[in-house]
């Protein structure tokens, strides 16, 4: 199983091609009987056990939704009989042949982001690891020690002096430093959650078409790559974040 790096850096037929290995360890995560035990009970005999994990299942089925959007796309543009539905595996296999046409298409970079959110999402499920960042060194004097916390992790314990470092303050500063990063939406959004920020990549492509109270789009590309993937600043992605962020709070306290 490939870890979050290599799927972040995959290709759209890539990231296709991870899908069915991926369902079908979700799969297995699904039908695993995890045990709870009930609020104030200690003992092994009043385990209950949980008949299947649902986030493992919600990421099977949105998977399953986006193969079969694309393939569909294949379908109505060729005016080919109504494809019955078919699994991820068989889904998976139907695609390959359509590489050249999928690259191509004017709804790639969106099929890519919804795949590679999606497969991310399916690692986390699954028993692996969790992805560990860089936050600097310790800060007290003499330690130094390197500090590796998992992503989403607010505080970090250093492992040599025990004392506690602030990572979302950190990531914060760190974030602040590269707000001219250009790059396109997925890596962007990716950037945003590795530090903590809370935000998806559904909620940033609609930001995207979305209009303000001024009929001006919330979100712009600042230019293009060579593949012509479309760019965007991590500042004005995370600016369009806070200002989400705060007219909801708003509306909370209306």
Same mark, same amino acid.
Request: aromatic share 4%.
């Given at each position: 199983?490939?870890? *979050?790096?290599?799927?972040? *850096?995959?290709?759209?037929?890539?990231?296709?091609?991870?899908?069915?290995?991926?369902?079908?360890? %979700?799969?297995?995560?699904? %039908?695993? !009987?995890?045990?709870?035990?009930?609020?104030?009970?200690?003992?092994? &005999?009043?385990?209950?056990?949980?008949?299947?994990?649902?986030?493992?299942?919600?990421?099977?089925?949105?998977?399953?939704?986006?193969?079969?959007?694309?393939? @569909?796309?294949?379908?109505?543009?060729?005016?080919?009989?109504?494809?019955?539905?078919? +699994?991820?595996?068989?889904?998976? =296999?139907?695609?390959?042949? %359509?590489?050249?046409?999928?690259?191509?298409?004017?709804? =790639?970079?969106?099929?890519?982001?919804?795949?590679?959110?999606?497969?991310?999402?399916?690692?986390?499920?699954?028993?692996?690891?969790?992805?560990?960042?860089?936050?600097?060194?310790?800060? &007290?004097?003499?330690? @130094?020690?390197?500090?590796?916390?998992?992503?989403?992790?607010?505080?970090?314990?250093?492992?040599?002096?025990?004392?506690?470092?602030?990572?979302? =303050?950190?990531?914060?500063?760190?974030? /602040?430093?590269?707000?001219?990063?250009?790059?396109?939406?997925?890596?962007?959004?990716?950037?945003?959650?590795?530090?903590?920020?809370?935000?998806?990549?559904? !909620?940033?492509?609609?930001?995207?078409?979305?209009?303000?109270?001024?009929? /001006?789009?919330? %979100?712009?590309?600042?230019? !293009?790559? !060579?593949?012509?993937? /479309?760019?965007?600043?991590? @500042?004005?992605?995370?600016?369009?974040?806070?200002?989400? +962020?705060?007219?909801?709070?708003?509306?909370?306290?209306?």
């Amino acid at each position: 199983m490939w870890d *979050s790096r290599e799927v972040r *850096s995959a290709s759209l037929p890539d990231l296709i091609r991870m899908c069915a290995p991926l369902v079908k360890e %979700l799969e297995v995560t699904v %039908l695993r !009987q995890d045990a709870t035990t009930p609020q104030g009970e200690r003992r092994s &005999s009043d385990a209950v056990p949980m008949m299947f994990r649902i986030g493992a299942a919600e990421v099977v089925d949105e998977i399953t939704v986006v193969l079969r959007s694309i393939l @569909g796309a294949w379908v109505h543009e060729q005016k080919r009989p109504v494809f019955r539905m078919l +699994t991820v595996p068989e889904l998976v =296999a139907s695609l390959h042949p %359509l590489r050249d046409w999928v690259v191509k298409h004017q709804d =790639a970079e969106a099929w890519h982001d919804r795949l590679l959110e999606q497969c991310l999402a399916g690692l986390g499920q699954i028993d692996i690891a969790p992805e560990r960042v860089f936050a600097g060194t310790c800060p &007290s004097a003499g330690c @130094g020690v390197e500090l590796w916390p998992a992503i989403g992790e607010d505080v970090v314990v250093c492992p040599r002096c025990e004392v506690q470092v602030d990572v979302r =303050a950190r990531r914060r500063e760190g974030l /602040r430093r590269i707000e001219a990063y250009e790059a396109p939406l997925s890596r962007v959004v990716d950037t945003l959650r590795a530090a903590g920020e809370q935000i998806t990549y559904e !909620q940033a492509r609609k930001w995207t078409t979305r209009r303000d109270a001024h009929d /001006r789009v919330m %979100l712009n590309a600042v230019g !293009q790559d !060579q593949r012509g993937t /479309r760019l965007y600043r991590l @500042g004005d992605v995370r600016a369009v974040m806070m200002r989400t +962020t705060r007219r909801k709070a708003r509306s909370l306290r209306a």
